[in-house]
Nanobody
Framework: QVQLVESGGGLVQAGGSLRLSCAASAGTLSRYAMGWFRQAPGKEREFVAGISWYGITTYGNSVKGRFTISKDNAKNMVDLQMDSLKPEDTAVYYC?????????????????????WGQGTQVTVSS
């Protein structure tokens, strides 16, 4: 069983930055695909960014060029650097892990591909 714990959420003004972190309690992230998703009230959970075993990254269209996902295998952590934040980025952000179902170069972009989820961290961007 893998436990994921997110941190780093909070309140920020539009144009500002936040850095989210996700710590895994067990296993090794070097063998997992990891993803960040977000869910705003009344909306579906949306793919934000993902990183494969090999470190290949992909992003949702709404965050491309503004967000950066990275991972530190030695620390078992995945970060999401969020820059140029907009009010529409306001949501609960979730970290997710896939238990190695995909090849090392694949980044799943659907919530149904992931096996473990964190509890979420709130990000609020004021205008």
């Amino acid at each position: 069983q893998v436990q994921l714990v997110e941190s780093g959420g909070g309140l920020v003004q539009a144009g500002g930055s936040l850095r989210l972190s996700c710590a895994a309690s067990a296993g090794t992230l070097s063998r997992y695909a990891m993803g960040w998703f977000r869910q705003a009230p009344g909306k579906e959970r949306e793919f934000v960014a993902g990183i494969s075993w090999y470190g290949i990254t992909t992003y949702g269209n709404s965050v491309k060029g503004r967000f950066t996902i990275s991972k530190d295998n030695a620390k078992n952590m995945v970060d999401l650097q969020m820059d140029s934040l907009k009010p529409e980025d306001t949501a609960v952000y979730y970290c997710a892990a896939d238990m190695g179902k995909f090849s090392p170069s694949v980044v799943p972009a659907t919530r149904y591909a992931y096996d473990y989820w964190g509890q979420g961290t709130q990000v609020t961007v004021s205008s």
